[in-house]
């Protein structure tokens, strides 16, 4: 998997299925030279594609995204977690500039990150784990935990890989993480989180019409799961059709949208998007548009069961055993974080 950019990184979530059983706790690292008005280091935490764990280099405080954070940790969970974050700022710029100098680049933009988590089954119980690294954008070097061992990426990530692979210290310290202490974090957050994570928000749908486009936006909704389907005059159109992203909103809903392109005898005609969600009957709204004016706009719901069917990776809600308030930090250990490429 390409890492890309912090910015286009929170864009990346899970999308839920009906019969949907894997969670994730995953945090994103990145450290960035020369990029104006943005941190030189975030970090991001997010379970089952919410963001609920922030810090960045210029405030140096790690903070809750979502209330519920601070039900599952002690009162010196933050102070923990801003200490690894410190430790963990330094040692990738100290990083960054060590990967440049291997690229034989000195000034210019550049980023170095990491993703790291794990994922839990919670009906096959079945569990995985991920530590990765890119430099500006390309896989730069990443643990293989089945084996215990790395796999580089570049000639000039080859380096990192012998390092580490001799370090059988680190190595043992990451299996441990990834296949328990990252697994009884995530079970944690599950329960404490249950409250926002398995609630269903319908969306707020428009649609617009504008000279050769015709557009539905969908918004508000939780969980991220969407399909969007344009129709004109009862035909479903299947080219000239951009369906965007689903991007996070400020309170923990997402948004989507579809563009149809039309031409301009195309105008004409009855448009309809239908949006369905796990939160209900799709939502559908249709414009009646005749030369180039909208003569009426219609509001409804299907009244049918919803099923929402193309959606990607199964993300829902564990309602099983309870979990005591986190003692430690939930984040890797100082020399699994820190680890000097």
């Known amino acids: ?198 609630r269903k928000v319908r969306p707020e749908v428009t649609l617009l019409q504008k000279d050769t486009a015709v557009m539905c936006h969908a918004t508000g909704f939780y969980p991220e799961g969407v399909m969007i389907t344009l129709k004109r005059d009862g035909e479903e159109m299947l080219d000239d059709v951009d369906v965007g992203e689903t991007l996070p909103n400020e309170d923990g809903t997402f948004q989507k949208r579809a563009v149809l392109t039309v031409s301009p005898e195309m105008k004409k005609g009855q448009y309809t998007c239908e949006v369905a969600h796990k939160s209900g009957p799709p939502t559908f709204k249709t414009l009646i548009v005749e030369d180039g004016n909208i003569l009426g706009i219609i509001i409804g719901c299907v009244v049918a069961v919803a099923v929402v069917t193309g959606v990607i990776v199964a993300i829902v809600m564990m309602k099983k055993k309870g979990y005591k308030k986190a003692e430690q930090s939930d984040s890797e250990s100082d020399h699994s974080n820190g680890a000097r490429t």
């Open 1 to 198: 998997m390409k890492v890309v950019v912090f910015l286009l990184i929170l864009g990346l979530f899970c999308f839920n299925q009906t019969s949907g059983v894997t969670h994730s706790l995953q945090y994103f690292y990145t450290a960035s030279t020369e990029i104006s008005n943005f941190p030189e280091f975030v970090a991001v935490g997010m379970l089952d594609g919410i963001q609920f764990y922030y810090y960045d280099s210029n405030s140096k405080q790690a903070v809750p995204k979502q209330n519920w954070v601070n039900e599952a940790a002690d009162p010196r969970y933050w102070e923990r977690n801003t200490a690894n974050c410190l430790g963990s700022q330094q040692s990738f710029k100290a990083n960054i500039d060590i990967v440049k100098q291997r690229f034989n680049q000195t000034g210019g933009v550049h980023t170095f990150q990491k993703m790291y988590g794990c994922q839990w089954d919670d009906e096959s119980k079945a569990t995985d784990g991920f530590n990765q690294f890119g430099y500006d954008g390309e896989d730069f070097i990443t643990l293989d935990l089945k084996n215990l061992r790395c796999i580089a990426s570049t000639p000039e990530s080859l380096i990192t890989k012998n390092k580490w692979d001799n370090d059988r210290a680190w190595l043992e310290n990451n299996r441990n993480y990834f296949t328990t202490e990252c697994i009884d974090w995530l079970k944690k957050y599950l329960q404490y989180g249950s409250s926002t994570l398995e």
